[in-house]
């Protein structure tokens, strides 16, 4: 299985993104797909997900209510729209797939079997 992330660039604060997650090499609607982000210094954090058996989702905190996380399984592709990007969204941003599971274990990064290269979003004026 290989994940393809995309999207990343330079942006000012207040600006959109929109992230995609291309997966291949097996059936990507069988699969739940997270978005996880690192930046400089810190863990790798969660940011959010959806499952494949009812396209329910999550976020963390940080994400609610700028975020939206969507899925494309005729083209293999998971979308991670950011609206109101602040400084602090700087990070690399991963994608990430596992086996269909619950929502509740769906932040728990030890839990995704596959993961994309990653995508470096910067936030700055």
């Known amino acids: 299985v290989q994940l393809q992330a995309s999207g990343g660039g330079l942006v000012q604060p207040g600006d959109s993104l929109r992230l995609s997650c291309t997966i291949s090499?097996?059936?990507?609607?069988?699969?739940?797909v997270g978005w996880f982000r690192q930046a400089p210094q810190k863990e790798r954090e969660f940011v959010a997900a959806?499952?494949?058996?009812?396209?329910?989702?999550a976020f963390s905190d940080a994400a609610r209510g700028r975020f939206t996380i969507s899925r494309d399984n005729a083209r293999n592709t998971t979308y991670l729209q950011m609206n109101s990007l602040k400084p602090e969204d700087t990070a690399i941003y991963y994608c990430a797939a596992r086996n269909r599971g619950t929502l509740s274990s769906i932040r728990d990064n030890t839990r995704y079997t596959y993961w994309g290269q990653g995508t470096l979003v910067t936030v700055s004026s």
């Open positions: 959806v499952r494949w058996t009812d396209r329910s989702t």
């Open positions: 090499g097996r059936t990507f609607s069988s699969l739940d």
